[in-house]
């Protein structure tokens, strides 16, 4: 039977970072469908103006996330 390797920080980072991305996707998808689409059958520009707020803070949730995940790479000690 194969073992496992152990994975590496970065992998779990990445697979951390895409299980939130798909979940706040997910939210996203249900906020537009529950909120957003009843009020563009009533007032359109105001339905547009609420899912466009929605969208700022996904994208501002998500750039706070990059920064916060993202490490200086490691440095090459290899070079003479």
Avoid: C, F
Avoid at 26 to 33: A, G, L, M, P, T
Avoid at 53 to 68: P, Q, T
């Amino acid at each position: 039977m194969p073992t496992e390797e152990p994975k590496r920080p970065w992998e779990q980072q990445l697979r951390d970072a895409a299980t939130h991305l798909e979940a706040d996707l997910k939210n996203v998808v249900k906020y537009i469908n529950e909120e957003v689409v009843p009020d563009v059958r009533r007032n359109g520009s105001e339905a547009l103006r609420a899912a466009a707020a929605e969208l700022h803070k996904l994208a501002s949730r998500m750039d706070d996330h990059a920064r916060r995940s993202s490490a200086p790479p490691p440095k090459d000690t290899s070079k003479p």
